[in-house]
Each structure stands twice: as structure tokens, then as C-alpha cells.
């Protein structure tokens, strides 16, 4: 060896590469590193604790085979900054996933899956500081640092980890002792199917390529939907004439937690007054399609359904905003939540080109769920509702309003101004509920509760006009009704309490005096509460105004005298085969 090789060993303390595989897993052996801890150290965590070692294992041989492929990639690249950049990017994706995965585990007991990753990059800060006030303590502090204690390790005796690499090369003995030790335990204990090894577990990095697709042509969406035109509604009927119709649609409300439905916490005392006058019919078993915003609304406003039963999609489907502008109504498009997300796209093309006039009070994406500062409580969307309804009484003609709260988005304390926080957790020191979350659950009921006045504001101004409010949640959520806490989400792991939700429709006593027989319908179909499921909602929303195409079904409105009770399916599963 030359004395400059011989100085640098002195001095550094570790070989240098000197052939091509030598520089290949030198120049790599972080990268290669990062992606095996990755895939190894969450899935410790494993809910399959017998298993959990060898899955792991499972992961890890999977992120090792795809960060040797870009360890030789990594040699292709000629610029210097280029290759520094490609390694710092393959290093940390795995970092993040890592972190990720552990606190996915541990807050909602599921594994980070693909799911998982579609809904945190349709996410928002606000939403991110929602969760972390919910669901961050200490434990899942120190699981965190856990997590990043290997690529720390990892990093600070880089130069070692290097000089491993290339130590294993030039002692083909110890490399081959050691492959032959990973793929026996890998081989006994797994079982695998080889051919199927990227079918069981994906690297952080094949994700990341693979979900990138799904934000190439966005702007061209709305486009492509205006140019086929194939959701446009062809009337049958239109024998409208209710000057007023505003669906409200609510966020995270839980029927179980909603004394209408006969909770024993007083939370909606002006809805239980307007049911007590006949003005409010309220339906028993409603639920909702899925336990996402993004899946659920687009299936409130149009004929998609919830299932993909119908055999329609966002480009056939017919679309709410369309049918009523096409029967001579003005509409209006009030939202409190974020437009500034891919899971919004349908939304805001509905808002953005087929309503006639439309608003988002959140403003961008920074500021609907993340601080008192910034979140706009629903009262300001109401009362610019209230000053619209009040304008418009001046122009002659329909119009129907779409109102999207905020609700009880967590974080739930910031749902509601200070002087409607009515329970705190010594109110709920009898309620089988875990003692770290009762302060949570108090919260919730102030922003059911909250809502609850906001409708009652809306009632109030709309009652000496023919209106018609309909009021549905987006979802439920799971605040400690089965001992769980995991919010909503899609997973597995969801329960029945993430699907049911209140379902609402108040009439006027303009519109029972102008539509008695409609007004009876509605009231025998809410007293008989048949199974029904929120996808049906444009169904409904037709009947109650008289308009008909050619998408229109009857018997999927519950007030129709020929409704059936279809089976209630969400993903192919039987509502009735989720946890209570």
C-alpha cells in the first residue's frame, strides 16, 4: 500500500474503495443503510408481536435490494452536486417513512400502508397541528426518537459504516457468512415467495415515484370534464318551486354524541326545540359512505356513489350544481374548509365552475385548521349566509346553497368561540372514557353543540320563507365509544362509530304551509328511519324539489314511497361486519 493510502488509513481511520463494487457500496452504504432501517425498526411494532421480528426482516431485505439498485444509479450520475443531492434525497425519504410509520402505529394501531400516504399528502399544516394536539404526548415523543436514534448512529459513524462496506467486499468469507444468515431466517421464518417480494413490501422510495404520478396533470382536470361534458344532466322533470334549498354539510359530527339522538349530554338544544315545534325531522339510521371528506362529498353533490355501485364517475355523474342550475336555480358554494389540496379537486371544480358564486372562508391551505389566529370559526361563513339570504331576497328567482363547515374537525378547541365551551373533562368524570382524553371529548361536545346554535341561527332566518335545510355530516368519528380513539380514517382498523352520522331536514313553516304532502313524507320517513346511507343524498335532494333526469332513481330517497332499503356496503364490506 503507497504511503498516501497508508496516511489516509492513519488518518481517517477507514479503508478506501479501490475497485468498482468497492465504490458502489462506499459512496452508497448510508443510502443503502437508511433504507434497511427504515424498513426494519417500525415494523417492530408489528400488531402480529410473534411475527414482528421476521417482518421486519422482511422489510429490510426489501429496502436493502432496492437501495443497492440505486447505489448503481448513484454511479451514473457525473455531476458531483448531482450525486451529493441523490443521496441526501434516498436518505432521508426513509428517515421521514420511518418516523411516520412509528407514529401511525402507535397512535392509530395500523401500519403505514398506501392509504396512509395519500391522505397525508392531501393534509395541510392546519390538519398537522389538529393531529399533533389530539394524538402527540410524551410517548409517542420518545417512540419518535426511537425511531431516529439508528439514523443518527447511523450518521455520526458514517465513516465506519463506509469502511464496513468496504471491508465486507474485500473478506468475501464474512459477506457471504452474512447473506447466508439473513436469507435462512428470512427463508425459515417467512416463508417467502421470491417472485412476489415487491408485492409483500415496498421501499419508501418506490412509493414516493409511485404517488408522484398522481399529481401530474391536475390542471387539467376541470378542462377535461367541461370538454366531454358527459355529467351533464339531461332533465326529465322540473316542476321546482322552493325558493330556498341549502344543504349544510357538517364535519366529524358523531350521532353518538348528540343528545337529539339521545345522548345524555343536553348538546343540541335548539334542534330538539325545532324537532318538538314539527318543523325538524331527524332520520335514526343514516351512515356515510366512507370515513374520508374526500371521498364522502363528492358523493353528497353528485350521482358517483359512495361504492362505486353506480357505475358512474366524476366525469358521468351528474352533478347537483349542474341539474339545479339547469332548473333555473342561482348557486352558491360557501365552504370554511381547505381548497388548496389534491383530495379537493372535484370540490373545487364544482365550486369553481358550476356554481354560480362560490367562496372559501379558510382562504388557503395554511389556514383552515391551524390556530385560533387563523381558523375561521363556522359563525363567520353562517353570517355571511345569513347577509346572502338577505340580499337575494331582493332578486326573485330560486337558489340553493351548499354550506361546508368546519364542525368538529380536530383540533376540537378550536371549533368554537370561548363562551361556548360548556363541559370541560369534570363533566365527564363518570363517562367510561380514558382519563387523558375526557378534556378531548368535552371539547367535542362544545363544538357539537356550537354547531347545533349555528343551525338554529339559520332556522331562525329562514323560517317566515319557503326554505328547506338538509344537514348531514361528512363521517363520524371515534372518540372513545368503543374505548378507541383513532378519529376517522381509512384503514382496517375502522369501526361502525366512524360511519354513523346525524342526518337532518327542517322545513319552514312557509314550506309545510306550501308542500304539506312533501312536508308529511318527510316526516314519516325520518319516524320509520329505514337504513340509509349518505350516498343516496342526491337522490333525495331531487325528490324534495321536484326534478327528475335521467340518473335519478327513486328508490334511493328515503322519503320516496318507493325506497328500498339496499344493502349498506362500504369498500364490499357489510357495514355490520366493521367493530361497533
Known sequence: MSAEKTEDKLQNNYLQPE????RVFYDSALM???NTIYCFVPYLQSSNTDYAAFIALNKALVGFTLALFLAFVYQLLYFKPIK????VVTALIPLLFSVTQVVVKAVLGANLNFSILDLVTGTNLGEVKGFIQLYVDWQVIALVLLALLPFFLAYVFRKYVRSFAVYLLRHHICLITCLIIIVFFWVLFMGINLSNLFARAESPITWSFRYAKTFVSLDLYAAALLKEGAFRAEITKNESTIPNVILVVGESASTDYMSIYGYEMDTTPVCANWEKNGNLAVFHDVISSNTLTKYTVPTLISFIGGDKTSGLSDSTANNIFDIFS?????????????RDTTDTLYMNFTSDFLADHSKYYAGSRFAAYSSKKFSAKDGVLVEDFIKKVEREKEASGKKLYLLHLLGSHAAYNLRYPAEFERWTASDLADEPLKEDMKQRVAEYLNSIYYTDYLLGQMMEKLNY???IILYVSDHGEELGQNGQYRGHILLPAVSQAMFRIPFLIWMSDKFIENNPEKSLQIMEAAEESKPWMSDSLPHLLLDIANIETTQYKPEMSV?????VVKERKILGINYEDFEP
Not at 475497485?19 to 468497492?22: G, K, L, S, V
Not at 451529493?84 to 443521496?87: D, G
Not at 339547469?326 to 381547505?338: H, I, M, P, R, V
Not at 322519503?559 to 325506497?563: E, G, L, R, S
Open 19 to 22: 475497485t468498482f463494487a468497492e
Open 465 to 467: 320563507e319557503e326554505s
Open 326 to 338: 339547469q332548473c333555473g336555480y342561482k348557486t352558491f358554494w360557501l365552504s370554511n374548509q381547505d
Open 32 to 34: 443503502i443503510l437508511f
Open 559 to 563: 322519503i320516496n314511497p318507493a325506497f
Open 84 to 87: 451529493k443531492f441523490f443521496v
